[in-house]
């Protein structure tokens, strides 16, 4: 399994194709909510596209988002989704992982702040995310607001 992020410049044709259709094929058609997965967001040119390619297929995508591009005061990671065929795999933890260490590193002084679907609160909490709202719906689906913390930095 091999790892990337990318910037959408970056992306070629066939892999924004495949990361484009693995959200449809679970977000739309799989989860049953149609929604405007196209939104402009993945074009921001701080907007990072972290995904893994495992047997030639896309197994595993989501994306960063810079500071106020969905948050006024947070970065974000989103479209967080994992191919069926790589589930059993727990390819998830090491996708959240991934997200959390590439945001930190692009923006350590700054939090993390997820519309996580609720039923993936505690997935989420032992990647280092608090629950920071009541339960809300978007787009039909159940979601809670979740924050992780942004690196500390010591200053003289």
Same mark, same amino acid.
Request: charged share 20%.
């Given at each position: 399994m091999n790892w990337y992020c990318k910037t959408f410049n970056d992306l070629s044709l066939n892999t924004l194709y495949d990361l484009l259709k693995l959200r449809c094929d679970v977000f739309v058609v799989e989860q049953d909510c149609p929604y405007? =997965? %196209?939104? =402009?967001?993945?074009? %921001?040119?701080?907007?990072?596209? %972290?995904?893994?390619?495992?047997?030639? #297929?896309?197994?595993?995508?989501?994306?960063?988002?810079?500071?106020?591009?969905?948050?006024? %005061?947070?970065?974000?990671?989103? #479209?967080?989704?994992?191919?069926?065929?790589?589930? +059993?795999? +727990?390819?998830?933890?090491?996708?959240?992982? +991934?997200?959390?260490?590439?945001?930190m590193a692009l923006w350590p002084e700054i939090a993390i702040k997820i519309g996580a679907q609720s039923h993936l609160e505690a997935f989420y909490q032992s990647h280092g995310f608090a629950t920071v709202s009541q339960p809300y719906l978007e787009d039909g689906i159940e979601h809670i607001s979740m924050l992780h913390q942004a690196l500390k930095q010591d200053k003289c």
């Amino acid at each position: 399994m091999n790892w990337y992020c990318k910037t959408f410049n970056d992306l070629s044709l066939n892999t924004l194709y495949d990361l484009l259709k693995l959200r449809c094929d679970v977000f739309v058609v799989e989860q049953d909510c149609p929604y405007p =997965e %196209l939104d =402009e967001l993945d074009r %921001l040119p701080e907007t990072r596209h %972290l995904y893994a390619i495992a047997d030639g #297929r896309m197994a595993a995508y989501a994306r960063i988002l810079p500071i106020q591009a969905s948050y006024p %005061l947070y970065s974000s990671i989103g #479209r967080v989704v994992v191919a069926p065929q790589n589930r +059993k795999d +727990k390819l998830g933890h090491a996708l959240v992982q +991934k997200s959390v260490t590439q945001a930190m590193a692009l923006w350590p002084e700054i939090a993390i702040k997820i519309g996580a679907q609720s039923h993936l609160e505690a997935f989420y909490q032992s990647h280092g995310f608090a629950t920071v709202s009541q339960p809300y719906l978007e787009d039909g689906i159940e979601h809670i607001s979740m924050l992780h913390q942004a690196l500390k930095q010591d200053k003289c």
